[in-house]
């Protein structure tokens, strides 16, 4: 499998772009190697520049819910791209895909519409701020809510809940306000608003992480998130950028019956196009501009093209109701994997929810940062390198989620377990990255 076109590629991208890639996820930094460049997607397929096709299960990292590709949205952008790709006023078709996800998520009953996941969790910071009046934000180890600076934090030294910077440019007293907790961790919650409960405006959660890899938030802790939010006057803000209609119509809120204030989406809502969204109670809402006065405005939000993409992808996602399907299939995936890692007595765990899911190098089941981060790294990277060989596409990292689609079938999963079975030999003894040059 020659990947020739794409080094050449990434060589000259390098001299344009920093680290020839416009988002660090695809730089391959965790698995060595040098990234894949492709020419198209088809269904569950990726196509490379050198013409080598792999099962797809990254998915742009999560919004190709539908596949690449999909007709109906294929459909939609032609129609849309006639008519005007952006007006900066607003259109019919904003309205449209607000009512397809406030009909989606009870808990949001007002919504705006942004480009990003990122500019969606940093307009709901700023609104929980702006709403309580209070500084402080919590989020979790491991959690990762797009590039906020307040939240590009690690957890501090002191009392590990004080926040510290983690990438330059982000300054002492952007993250002054942000505590960091353990994920999962009922008592680390509790202690933190005993004492800092009146000055927190909101805590930001991922209810099923996905960029600790997959790790959903136990019962007890969903529970305490609600109640403790609740009992200080604090907003409890889910981000489902990732989750959102990826496992259940409704998103992760809606199988664990949960009723967060705000609520970010981003991914599958654009179906494939730059959209995010942060949208929940009125009485919240209402405080952003112009009804309110906490500021948020962007040029390109809900503009014809993302909002068509979107709009296409939430009606099938409605009305063929695949989640059964993706249910099934992704066991199929879950359980073939897990097993053949344990036949090559490969240490593992899985971490799955729904159509999202990730293989932990390690036996201890993955609940939170400091268990994930003790993953065999290394032998993700050859496990990498051999489905790659073995046409299969997975997240170039052991910290992120693999993404099925609808267009992947049965036979797709059958060959990625019997690719996994014949890598794990391979990886069992530790053999060197088979990743070509
Ligand atoms: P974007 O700004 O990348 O659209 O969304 C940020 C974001 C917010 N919240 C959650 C839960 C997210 O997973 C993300 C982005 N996810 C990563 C993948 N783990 C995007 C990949 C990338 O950064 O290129």
Redesign the pocket.
């Known amino acids: 499998m020659s990947r020739e076109k794409s080094q050449v590629a990434f060589a000259r991208a390098r001299q344009l772009i920093p680290g020839g890639v416009n ?4 730089a391959f930094g965790g698995v060595g190697g040098e990234p894949i460049f492709f020419d198209r997607g088809q269904g569950a397929y990726l196509i490379d520049i050198d013409g080598n096709r792999y099962i797809d299960y990254v998915g742009s ?2 919004p190709m819910i539908l596949g690449h590709c999909h007709p109906k949205v294929v459909e939609a952008l032609e129609t849309a791209l006639r008519r005007g790709t952006s007006f900066g006023a607003p259109t019919e078709a904003e309205s449209d895909l607000a009512e397809l996800i406030i009909e989606a998520v009870p808990s949001i009953e007002k919504v705006r519409l942004v480009n ?6 940093m307009s709901a910071l700023r609104l929980a701020r702006g709403f309580t009046g209070r500084p402080i934000i919590v989020k979790f180890a491991g ?5 906020v600076d307040s939240l590009l934090v690690a957890a501090g030294s002191s009392a590990a809940t004080l926040a510290v910077p983690n990438s330059p440019g982000v300054t002492e007293g952007t993250t002054r306000d942000t505590l960091v907790l353990r994920y999962n961790d009922v008592e680390a919650l509790e202690a933190a608003f005993a004492e800092h409960g009146r000055q927190i405006a909101a805590v930001i959660v ?1 209810p099923v ?3 600790m890899g997959c790790v959903k938030a136990s019962l007890d802790f969903r529970e305490a998130l609600r109640d403790v939010t609740r009992a200080h006057g604090a907003l409890l803000i889910f ?5 959102g209609f990826r496992v259940a119509y409704g998103g992760a809120q809606a199988l664990f019956g949960v009723t967060p204030d705000l609520t ?1 989406l ?2 599958i809502i654009g179906g494939g196009l ?1 959209v ?1 969204a942060y949208g929940g109670r009125a009485d919240v809402m209402e405080h952003v501009l112009p009804a309110g006065k906490v500021f948020q405005a962007g040029t390109l939000s809900g503009n014809p093209l993302a909002t068509a993409a979107g709009i296409a992808t939430l009606k099938e996602l409605r009305d063929s109701n695949p989640y059964e399907d993706l249910q099934q299939l992704s066991t199929r995936l879950a359980v073939g994997l897990e097993e053949a890692a344990k036949a090559a007595d490969i240490p593992c765990s899985i971490g799955w929810m729904g159509a999202m899911m990730t293989l932990f190098f390690d036996n201890r089941p993955v609940t939170d940062w400091d268990v994930a981060a003790r993953c065999d790294t290394g032998r993700y990277a050859r496990y990498f390198w051999g489905m790659i060989q073995r046409g299969v596409y997975l997240p170039c990292s052991q910290y ?2 693999l993404f099925l689609s609808t267009a992947h079938t049965e036979a797709d999963v059958e060959t990625t377990v019997a690719a996994a079975r014949e890598v794990f030999q391979q990886v069992a003894v530790g053999g060197p990255s088979p990743k070509s040059g």
């Open positions: 988002s660090p996820a695809r990292w999560g990003s996941g990122t500019e969606a969790t959690g990762y809510h797009g590039h991922e992480a996905g960029n981000d489902e950028v990732m989750s970010t981003g991914k730059p995010g992120e989620a």
